[in-house]
């Protein structure tokens, strides 16, 4: 059964237009994660919520927003995506602490 | 600055070897280490490393961790075609501070 569920699982969306990724878990796990991963690179956190506590790595782009509604859902927001942003997008979630067992299939984003 | 570092970076092998991947770290208040398989999709989860000379071993794949010298292996005997995947490495420090990945190691099985 799957734990961690990302939709869409490819997305394509014009320069500039704002896209939605989405994340669920039926683990309840607390604490979810966004990577983004290019080609030949190791995923790369762009933030996490501490159950509701949402925690912004430093150089991750204001262009990239974050929702946590509930704790099985999570949702990533690009406001204006830019080529540069084409990549896989993993979610992934853990229990207290940073063992990260689950990874969502990942959602492959395509930038027109 | 906390790091970790993989090698080789790629390998290719026939089917039958068995190869030995690299892990080094370099983390302030380490916890443990993890290993994932990632072939064309999100990383799956081999082994988590707490312990200094504990083997895991999971058929073919095992790993062991040296705390001492600041390293990991991950070993697979009479590698199959369907080994062939990117290996990552990450280490979790203690706290909520999140993984710390290396660039991982892509290995080529070739029949």
């Known amino acids: 059964d799957a734990m961690v569920i990302q939709n869409p699982r490819y997305q394509v969306t014009q320069f500039g237009k704002p896209v939605t990724l989405s994340c669920s878990q039926t683990l309840n796990h607390n604490v979810m994660y966004w990577y983004q991963q290019k080609s030949s690179q190791a995923p790369k956190l762009l933030f996490h919520y501490y159950d509701k506590d949402f925690n912004n790595e430093a150089d991750t782009p204001d262009n990239f927003q974050s929702r946590r509604p509930n704790t099985s859902f999570c949702f990533l927001d690009i406001r204006s995506p830019g080529l540069g942003d084409a990549a896989m997008y993993l979610c992934a979630t853990s229990t207290s602490g940073n063992t990260i067992k689950y990874f969502g299939p990942g959602t492959r984003l395509t930038v027109t | 600055e906390d790091k970790v570092v993989q090698s080789p970076l790629s390998l290719v092998v026939h089917e039958g070897d068995t190869v030995t991947l690299n892990c080094s770290y370099e983390v302030t208040n380490f916890r443990s280490l993890l290993w994932y398989k990632q072939e064309k999709k999100a990383p799956t989860f081999l082994f988590m490393l707490?312990?200094?000379?504990i083997e895991k071993k999971s058929g073919r794949l095992s790993s062991i961790l040296d705390k001492k010298e600041l390293f990991s292996i991950l070993n697979i005997t009479a590698t199959q075609t369907g080994d062939s995947a990117v290996y990552l490495c990450?280490?979790?420090?203690?706290?909520?501070?999140?993984?710390?990945f290396g660039k991982g190691t892509r290995l080529s099985v070739i029949a």
């Open positions: 990450a280490v979790a420090s203690s706290g909520n501070t999140p993984l710390v």
């Open positions: 707490t312990s200094s000379g």
